[in-house]
């Protein structure tokens, strides 16, 4: 009996909503731990009650609690896993760990999203995606990474 295998590809801004909604929804379980969005709505509650300078000013309602219509945007699917928002993370840290506990591996989790969407949206020749380059090393790491985050899955 030949067994079938199908193959789909998908576009990278496709592949960003998507993670960035199983992200907000459920969050995810990966190789380092459970990552999910509760650590940031914490620092943008935290940031937005603030009445000096923000932190993460350009994160709102649309990013972290998206309508249907929402979740297809591309723009706030990439800010969600930006340096601003690894910044309110930090800065924000102590309050957010009081309610989550340890926030390491959602920011290590967001750090990594942010090199690969910095990586794959690249517009000047300079950060373009070349052979041997470190982008290139960086993509080869965050495969390893995928195919670790599958395995989790496969035992569970």
């Known amino acids: 009996m030949n067994a ?6 998908s ?3 496709h592949l960003m909503k998507n993670v960035r909604n ?3 929804e459920t969050g995810y379980d990966t190789p380092k731990g459970n990552v999910h969005a ?3 709505k914490e620092a943008w509650e935290n940031d937005r009650s603030s009445v000096t300078l923000k932190v993460m000013p350009h994160i709102s309602r649309l990013h972290l609690y998206p309508n249907g219509f929402e979740k297809m945007r591309v723009g706030p699917a ?3 896993f930006s340096e601003e928002v690894l910044k309110g993370l930090y800065f924000y840290r102590s309050q957010v760990e009081k309610v989550y ?3 390491r591996e959602t920011e290590a989790f ?3 999203m942010s090199k690969l969407i910095a990586i794959m949206t690249s517009r000047c020749a300079k950060t373009s995606l070349r052979p041997d380059s470190a982008n ?3 993509l080869k790491e965050f495969l390893i990474f995928l195919n670790e985050w599958e395995l989790v899955h496969i035992r569970d």
């Not at 079938?4 to 590809?9: C, D, H, L, R, S």
């Open 22 to 24: 199983g992200f907000l």
């Open 38 to 40: 509760g650590f940031i």
């Open 4 to 9: 079938a295998f199908y193959i789909f590809f």
């Open 11 to 13: 576009d990278f801004p």
């Open 101 to 103: 506990g340890p926030a």
């Open 136 to 138: 290139a090393a960086y």
């Open 110 to 112: 967001i750090l990594r």
């Open 78 to 80: 990439l800010r969600l």
